[in-house]
């Protein structure tokens, strides 16, 4: 079942693709800033942030544990970072300079994101002086008001925290945070922009650097279950994930992300007859997610069902015949299913 998993995380069908703005993206790549400064044995720390207004700059606040006196940087212009307004426990803050020439990014919402979305991650992975754009598609959104916390498959580095999620549109919808990491492949997770309204009412301060705990380094029993998800899945323990989940579905009956989590573990557990129903729950509860039909036609296949495949290629032919034709070559079908 490993090949299966692979091959899924290569091949996962997304939603019908929309054309995209090259200029908003560019634009969207020239908002994106690196934050650096000397930590306490004298080596370079640093991360990115995106402009979000005149002179200020969103960030992660882990980016600003190492050092006492960070600064904004694009290739070799610099900008000391002046003041800060911080909220730790959900990882942001809003960092204040003087100036500052670059534009900000136009703000989007996560609340519009669909499972599938194509999305762009931009930031300096690695420490590079200029961004790195990492394109992938949204796996998975997790309300937390008043935003959605993001899963996505554009891959960010160290470096690239606090760096820019961005739609096709060329909006800022999040900013990348945390990941967790395995032999199944690393899931990475974007902060809803939303919550940059409660931290621009933060206090201003101007001592560095910033301490506090992050949602994400909470003990993990104490985590929302998707973040107690991630760690099983990414580490390919399908046991742990199929327990995970099962209490995940209990909490959360109508969260369709926990349906796809358990049906992700019980396929991979060859408890197929269980999968199928758990990623038809899935799509029942989220029309939006295209995966979960993807799965139940893997599920008919291994089977030799050709009716319910079949059955899966209509349903995604309805939606877009883009989706079916995706769901043919992946299941290997020729013209038709």
Known sequence: MRHLFL????LSVAVPAKAYDMQALMDSFYSVVMIRGYNTSGGLAYGSGVVVAENQVITNCHVLRATKQPWISRGEDTYPITSVKADTWHDLCLVSTQAMPFKPAKLGSSTTLKRGQEVAGIGHSN????PLTSRGNVKGLYPDNPGNVIRTS??????????????????LVGINTFKTAGIGGAIHFALPIEWLQSLEKQ?????FPIQGKALWEEDEDKKPYYMQAAVPESREDWLKLAEVSEKWTTAEPKTAEAWYSLGTALENLNKTDLAAKAFNQAFLLDANNYDALVH???IAKSKG????????QVALANISED???EYIELLGCGKSC
């Open 296 to 298: 139940v036609g893997l």
């Open 154 to 171: 554009a891959k960010f580095m160290m470096g690239a925290s606090g760096s820019g999620l961005f739609d096709m549109d060329g909006k």
């Open 323 to 325: 989706l079916a034709n």
């Open 7 to 10: 091959l899924f995380s290569l």
């Open 127 to 130: 420490g590079v002086p200029a």
């Open 203 to 207: 206090p201003e301060i101007t001592t």
């Open 305 to 312: 069902d050709s009716a319910e495949m079949h059955r899966i």
